[in-house]
């Protein structure tokens, strides 16, 4: 039993006692560890687990003001993970944050790594929501400043997607936020940090999504370079050396690369998709950040009037697309999954209770 806390709609705090089942070891990462399986109090659900451990920066942060779990609790949308509950522990001199969220059976990244291949429909459908997730992100001046396959999970049955792990998301307090340019994962990193520049804004998530959603259209990687110079020599060869009017917009000083012709992205990749996706692709693959198409505005496009359409397709598997009306909706109201069994006032107090009762117990104390 764990004493942690549960979320009101409000983006309040109330404490709650927590109790797991047989938790199974998923996934594991740098900075966290992940686990799966049954939650057994305050409700029954399958859930994943994840504990993230403190980096020099947030080593002496209460829980309650780890940045994740600020941001998960201050959002709520049916294509972003759900942040349940969390609660701490010491584990080997350190402090570790867990973050109880709902449980989705399938990570894009190893479904591809396993040779799964999604059809057109499929692809729109996935496409669709992560760009509702990221339009939702952006209303709230947040950048997920991650987005690749191994943070995209799915419930590719019923063809439901959310967009997860939000460790190095960033809350933009204005329209632009500065810090170091190497962020991102190198194959979903857009040009702007590629050349230096370190101003975070929205249109970061807009090219790793797109690049996240190729790969579900072509079932390979877009680009696909062995270091940075070799990535901003790929994305230049597509779209052509940046133009005054691009570096001047960025902020930066040019890229020493060869300067080449652009092939353009139908060229580059065969000529293989459709003419709507090109067109969804060209209005968000753009070297000037500031030019790119917002998520809210790509929802519109043609390219998702199939996922629009009434009476709604039946995907491949004979499964109905899911209704995805509410998705553009910038406001949701939060699922409280139990009602708040105590006052705000005592979080403090619970919250010593949990690390107390936990400085005995290592991280793998979770998986009983």
């Given amino acids: ?16 006692s927590l109790q797991f089942g047989g938790l199974q070891r998923c996934g ?3 900075f966290s560890n992940v686990y799966c399986g049954p939650m057994t109090s305050p409700i029954h659900k399958e859930i994943a687990l994840k504990n993230a451990w403190s980096d020099t920066e947030t080593r002496h942060l209460p829980t309650t ?12 949308h ?52 992560l760009f509702s997730a990221i339009g939702h992100l952006a209303s709230k001046n947040i950048v997920h400043m991650d987005i690749k396959p ?28 500065t810090g170091g340019s190497y962020q991102v994962t190198r194959f979903y990193r857009p040009p702007e940090l590629l050349f230096g520049c370190e101003k975070f ?7 790793s999504a797109t690049c996240v959603a190729f790969e579900l259209f072509a079932n390979r990687i877009l680009f696909k370079g062995k270091d940075t ?33 652009a092939r353009g992205i139908e060229t580059f990749t065969s000529k293989m998709l459709d003419s709507d996706i090109y067109e969804f692709m060209k209005s968000t693959l753009k070297i000037d950040p500031k030019k790119r198409k917002s998520a809210v505005d790509v929802l519109k496009m043609p390219i998702f009037d199939v996922i629009k359409a009434v009476p709604r397709k039946k995907r491949s598997n004979g499964i109905e697309i ?29 919250e010593k209770e949990s690390k107390s009762s936990s400085s005995h117990s290592g991280e793998e104390d979770n998986r009983k």
């Fill in 28 to 30: 594991s990462g740098r």
């Fill in 1 to 16: 039993m764990w004493s942690g806390f549960g979320i009101k709609d409000s983006g309040e705090f109330y404490p709650v």
């Fill in 322 to 350: 899911p209704d995805l009306i509410r998705y553009t909706e910038m406001n949701h109201k939060r699922e409280t999954e139990v009602e708040p069994a105590a006052d705000i006032e005592t979080t403090e107090k619970a």
């Fill in 229 to 261: 110079k070799d990535q901003i020599t790929l994305i230049i060869g597509v779209f052509g050396y940046p133009t005054d009017e691009d570096i001047k917009s960025i902020g930066v000083k040019r890229p020493r690369v060869a300067r080449k012709e």
């Fill in 65 to 76: 003001q780890y940045p994740e779990i600020q941001i998960l609790s201050k959002i709520f």
């Fill in 201 to 207: 804004t929205p249109a970061i998530d807009i090219w």
């Fill in 150 to 177: 191994q943070n995209v999970v799915m419930d590719r049955a019923k063809g439901l997607l959310k967009l997860a792990d939000f460790g190095n998301a960033r809350r933009l307090e204005t329209n632009e936020k």
């Fill in 78 to 129: 049916p294509a972003i993970s759900n942040l349940l509950y969390f609660y701490s522990m010491n584990a080997n001199e350190k402090t570790v944050h867990c973050l109880v969220l709902d449980y989705m059976p399938n990570e894009m990244a190893r479904l591809r790594d396993q040779g799964v291949k999604f059809d057109i429909l499929d692809a729109k459908l996935f496409t669709f929501q």
